[in-house]
């Protein structure tokens, strides 16, 4: 950690509405302008292209929404949080929304290190029969192994699913709590194309992402 990094606060927040077709690298540079504009005293990379330091937890693929994404901030002086958050609450960019702000410890893992899963909610959006959907995603927990391709290789989809099931609201939804780990990331489109579904015709929303455990006072 560099030596003018003196404060890391962990921020939760939504990703909906226009965000939806912000890709990841776009999502960064937003929040850059964003954090700008609630002048917080943000922390630089060294070098000639000097960048802002913060740090995601995970990509959201274009087209997702989140209630649940992470990202850390590296601050080169104190701020107290309510202070902080309540800059944050007014300057974020229009379909970003602050849920949560904490401290976290200057020289712990990084935020990618920590995190092990997380839950999605999948809206089919395709008339369906809900029987014979029922039926495929039993099978799909059944099975042993689900061999899929991604970039031209084989891989196993089984291992990276924790949980699969199917509720009926207002239009059928999928619940799927998915491994997102390095070498066994599991993705909710491709869960979704293994029970014949679209992904295109689905609305793919984040709703957790979990942490190797940490102790955090919320603001």
Same mark, same amino acid.
């Not at 679209?198 to 793919?204: F, G, M, Y």
């Not at 957790?208 to 190797?212: K, P």
């Given at each position: 950690m560099q030596t003018n990094v003196v404060q890391r606060l962990r921020m939760r927040f939504s990703? &909906?509405?226009p965000t939806r077709f912000i890709g990841h690298l776009d999502l960064a540079r937003t929040l850059e302008r964003s954090l700008n504009r609630a002048r917080l005293p943000m922390a630089?990379?060294?070098g000639f292209n000097k960048r802002m330091r913060l740090q995601l937890a995970t990509a959201l693929p274009l087209g997702f929404t989140s209630e649940c994404e992470l990202v850390d901030l590296f601050l080169q002086e104190? !701020?107290? *949080?309510?202070e902080a958050k309540t800059r944050l609450e007014s300057k974020l960019a229009p379909g970003l929304i602050l849920q949560a702000l904490w401290e976290v410890p200057l020289k712990g893992e990084p935020l990618q290190n920590l995190l092990q899963s997380a839950t999605y909610r999948v809206t089919i959006l395709d008339p369906v029969e809900r029987e014979l959907l029922a039926e495929q995603v039993? =099978?799909? *927990?059944?099975? @042993?192994? !689900?061999? /899929?391709?991604r970039r031209d290789k084989t891989y196993d989809l089984r291992p990276? &699913? &924790?949980s699969l099931s199917l509720t009926d609201d207002e239009l059928p939804t999928l619940h799927m709590h998915l491994w997102q780990l390095p070498g066994n990331t599991g993705r909710p489109d491709e869960v979704a194309a293994a029970l014949g579904l679209?992904?295109?015709?689905? /609305? &793919?929303h984040r709703t =957790?992402?979990?942490? @190797?455990e940490e102790k955090r006072e919320l603001v």
């Open positions: 990703k &909906i509405g630089y990379t060294q104190q !701020i107290p *949080l309510a039993a =099978e799909l *927990l059944a099975a @042993a192994s !689900i061999l /899929r391709e990276q &699913i &924790i679209d992904p295109l015709a689905t /609305r &793919i =957790e992402l979990f942490l @190797a």
